[in-house]
């Protein structure tokens, strides 16, 4: 396919919908522009799916399933397997389509696609295993098992932060237990989503397993959502739309994955190693500028060392690097409205009399200028219900909390509408397992990063951080299977 060159990769100039293992343009012909986050300019155009795209995708996963369902987990994973190891064989080509459609630097792209080979691995071996349970009848001669099965078509839905780990962390469970696919890209990051379709098909993955397609949330996702032929939604994105698939896909008792914000505390107690919790805080709040679901967005400090630590983490901040190379520490946003948006929520916080610390401007010189990037900004907040306090902004801003001890900054931790990770930075193992106990997250770390999920952990969260489901682990077949009990009933005078 012809396309446009973009720092020695080709782009095609036209990204299609993939449906039954080959290119589809979209039934109306229209299309929208991809933008590179870090200049302004159009890397190309992308398909924008309607209804009947949607559906058409779903029919062809429909028509896929039976064959896929038949074989084994072990064949579904070997064939997962490879998948897996051709990304790692052309890991290069794929962090470079991520760092173009992100404006992440090729170092962090590399570390995402590392990660998605790794999921992939683990979750080809998941084939081997497929855990079901032996247990014991209180009947004589009777045995009682339990399998997985698959559910059906399982329509995922994807953010644009971590692209091509997203899609591993959705795509490689969902079709290890014999589901289907249709994978709604997000539109921020269509490349990355079509060439992992494309490699898959070449690898040998049958026509209709796997299908993308490209598009608006209420265009292309709201569809989906709604189609009675999928029988599994597994979303990751905002608490306001995670809110209205659940009560979309619920009402026709579709089986719902969500995973969806945080507003991630990372405390600093009054013993803490300070400049590694420093360095911990920073990378929490800015890596990936600052879009992770997990990012580090509320630093709870002692007072007893808050001065201290305020004072090293302003000189820290002060370090960073903005821009798309190795030698930088972060990128741009992902696209203009979320920039917007960023802007207005730290204006408002300035309006209403907040320090802003460090940051809080876009960045206008010649190197920045077109690209859509944010200093990165630490503001210092005195209540829990201000919008900085509690409002997840998906980019490079952190807010500064003071708290007298543990009781209070484990009080402002749980003060939160979401619950997905946490951190606490302590030498005392009596504290650290005290906040391990009363943290409300999915996710507690002692003395590390609010970030950094493992394949075969689970990841999820509480209260509006998610619907109770998980991902990755074993406990992501649990998401696209269903259980089967076994009775099998013998008689021993038939031997």
Not at 300 to 313: C, E, H, K, N
Request: hydrophobic share 40%; aromatic share 6%; with cysteine.
């Amino acid at each position: 396919m012809v396309g446009m060159q973009h720092d020695e990769l080709v782009i095609p100039v036209r990204i299609l919908n993939w449906i039954n293992g080959r290119d589809q343009a979209a039934e109306g012909g229209e299309t929208f522009p991809k933008v590179d986050p870090s200049s302004g300019k159009v890397l190309c155009k992308v398909t924008r799916s309607r209804a009947a795209d949607v559906l058409a995708a779903v029919r062809s996963a429909r028509q896929a399933y039976q064959g896929w369902r038949a074989l084994t987990p072990v064949a579904r994973g070997d064939l997962l397997r490879a998948i897996a190891t051709r990304l790692h064989e052309q890991r290069e080509r794929f962090a470079e389509l991520v760092a173009s459609e992100t404006g992440k630097s090729r170092k962090d792209a590399r570390g995402e696609v590392g990660a998605a080979i790794e999921m992939g691995f683990f979750v080809a071996g998941e084939g081997r295993r497929f855990y079901g349970r032996t247990t014991t009848s209180a009947i004589p001669n009777k045995t009682a098992v339990t399998i997985r099965q698959p559910l059906g078509v399982a329509g995922l839905i994807v953010a644009a932060n971590t692209p091509l780990a997203n899609i591993a962390w959705k795509v490689f469970p969902a079709l290890v237990c014999g589901n289907t696919a249709v994978l709604k890209a997000a539109e921020d990051t269509p490349v990355t989503a079509w060439s992992f379709a494309r490699l898959a098909s070449e690898l040998g993955l049958p026509p209709g397993v796997l299908n993308v397609i490209h598009g608006f949330g209420e265009e292309a996702g709201a569809p989906l959502v709604a189609c009675s032929d999928v029988d599994v939604i597994s979303f990751t994105g905002s608490c306001e739309v995670g809110r209205h698939i659940g009560q979309v896909a619920g009402g026709r008792l579709a089986k719902v994955c969500l995973e969806l914000g945080g507003k991630n505390p990372l405390i600093v107690c009054d013993d803490a190693d300070l400049p590694r919790a420093v360095e911990a805080a920073v990378l929490s709040a800015f890596s990936n500028a600052g879009q992770r679901c997990a990012s580090g967005s509320r630093i709870i400090v002692f007072d007893s060392v808050f001065d201290d630590f305020r004072a090293q983490l302003l000189a820290r901040v002060a370090r960073l690097k903005v821009g798309t190379s190795d030698d930088d520490d972060y990128g741009p946003v992902i696209n203009a409205d979320q920039l917007t948006g960023m802007l207005g929520a730290i204006e408002r916080a300035r309006t209403r009399g907040l320090k802003v610390l460090a940051g809080g401007q876009r960045l206008t010189d010649d190197t920045h200028a077109r690209g859509y990037y944010l200093s990165p900004t630490v503001i210092e907040v005195a209540g829990q219900d201000d919008e900085i306090a509690g409002t997840e902004f998906f980019g490079p801003i952190t807010s500064l909390h003071r708290v007298g001890g543990f009781d209070e900054a484990v009080k402002v931790a749980n003060c939160s509408p979401f619950g997905l990770t946490a951190s606490v930075w302590t030498r005392n193992v009596h504290r650290a397992m005290e906040f391990l106990s009363r943290i409300e997250s999915g996710v507690a770390v002692v003395n590390g990063a609010t970030y950094g999920s493992e394949p075969h952990m689970p990841f999820g969260g509480l209260k509006q951080s998610g619907n109770g489901a998980r991902e990755a682990g074993t406990e992501a077949l649990d998401v696209y299977s269903d259980w089967k009990t076994v009775y099998i009933n013998h008689d021993p005078a038939a031997t």
